[in-house]
């Protein structure tokens, strides 16, 4: 399965502050996604990123907190804004591979926030 | 929207017995049906996957067996071990809306020794 990984992997920022994370896959993929895992919770899928267009958010997520960029079939990125103690979670992003519907998990970003 | 739920929340067994999770779908459309493992500080696993048109599967000491009629699969592990010990989740997808993943709230498993 294709390699992903996340950069930072863990960061503690302030409230009001934004922080970007990024998704890189060592192949290209069609289906890139972006989950939430709040502490101790299931997971929650914030958006799916589009090659080439703007991501299509899930209910309860919008673009204006939660934009994402995706430029290529490599690479993807969600920036969390203006950050509250309430967006402390792991942020992991996904692919699918080997199919469209099988997906594999990037090894997450842990963001606390102050 | 899909709402996938899951039983137990948590789940205890010794070492050596088989231990069950369960999972209830409510879209019909679901036609996808993902195990994950989890283990602490980690990234989620991919364990089994099962799809509509199938009724079981298996892999070494997991099997997943699916019933459409009544929308509901389940996971099996036999023969435990403690490095079977994890949070495990399932998950259900459907491919006409793009395959997004909707997650049961996961079931913690001790396997003790």
């Known amino acids: 399965s294709a390699v992903i990984s996340q950069k930072p992997s863990r960061d503690i920022c302030q409230r009001g502050t934004s922080l970007t994370i990024q998704c890189q896959v060592d192949s290209q993929v069609t289906m890139m996604f972006w989950y939430r895992q709040q502490p101790g919770q299931s997971l929650t899928l914030i958006a799916t990123?589009?090659?080439?267009?703007?991501?299509?958010?899930e209910s309860g997520f919008v673009i204006d907190k939660f934009p994402i960029s995706r430029p290529n079939l490599t690479f993807s990125t969600l920036t969390v804004s203006n950050m509250s103690p309430e967006d402390s979670s792991i942020y992991l992003c996904?692919?699918?591979?080997?199919?469209?519907?099988?997906?594999?998990f990037g090894p997450g970003t842990r963001l606390t926030v102050l | 929207g899909e709402n996938v739920e899951q039983h137990p929340s948590t789940l205890s067994v010794q070492e050596g017995d088989s231990a069950v999770i369960k999972c209830t779908y409510s879209?019909?459309?679901?036609?996808?049906f993902p195990w994950y493992k989890q283990e602490l500080g980690k990234r989620p696993q991919l364990i089994i996957d099962i799809r509509s048109n199938v009724g079981e599967k298996k892999d070494q000491r997991i099997a997943v067996t699916l019933n459409k009629t009544a929308k509901h699969f389940s996971l099996h592990i036999t023969e435990t071990q403690p490095e079977d010990s994890a949070v495990y989740f399932c998950?259900?997808?459907?491919?006409?809306?793009?395959?997004?993943?909707?997650f049961g709230a996961g079931t913690i498993l001790r396997v003790k020794s």
């Open positions: 990123a589009n090659q080439g267009s703007e991501a299509t958010y």
């Open positions: 879209d019909s459309a679901s036609n996808y």
């Open positions: 996904s692919v699918g591979d080997r199919g469209p519907d099988t997906q594999y």
């Open positions: 998950a259900a997808s459907i491919a006409e809306y793009g395959n997004k993943l909707v």
